[in-house]
């Protein structure tokens, strides 16, 4: 996922406390890594974990939905077009649903369903309105 390949991998201990494991061994704190590293470290750890859920319930429960909040904040453009591959890897391995709030007219247009959100003015309430999606 991440393009420059400094990172080897994310390592969590018996205390549940995350860090990045570099290429050349060393280790970096989430709350040292950059807007962009750490929107990566989201999308990596939970993936990860969804990946866990996967092994460890295969077909016997229904998953719950993977939901991927404004994912490319912080991303640069190589990293928003690795998002569609994310998705697919985590449908391939058994995630079914996955909802992706998004702005990124790139990440809307690449969707199976697409569903806008809208605030009325007169009642201060939103709305949600499915759309077809010409893209696909």
Known sequence: ??????????????????KMIEKGGGGLNPDKLSGG???LFNLSLRCAIYQLLVDGIGDEALMPPLIFDEP??????????????????????????????????EVIDS???????EQLESTNRSKAIEEQNMYI
């Open 1 to 18: 996922l991440y393009e420059n390949e400094a990172y080897e991998q994310i390592e969590i201990n018996k205390e549940y406390e995350a």
């Open 72 to 105: 490319t904040i912080h991303l640069d453009k190589g990293h928003v077009e690795k998002l569609q591959e994310i998705v697919e890897e985590m449908h391939s391995i058994g995630v079914e649903q996955m909802l992706v709030i998004s702005h990124d007219e």
């Open 37 to 39: 590293e750490s929107a």
């Open 111 to 117: 969707s199976d369903h697409r569903i806008s959100v």
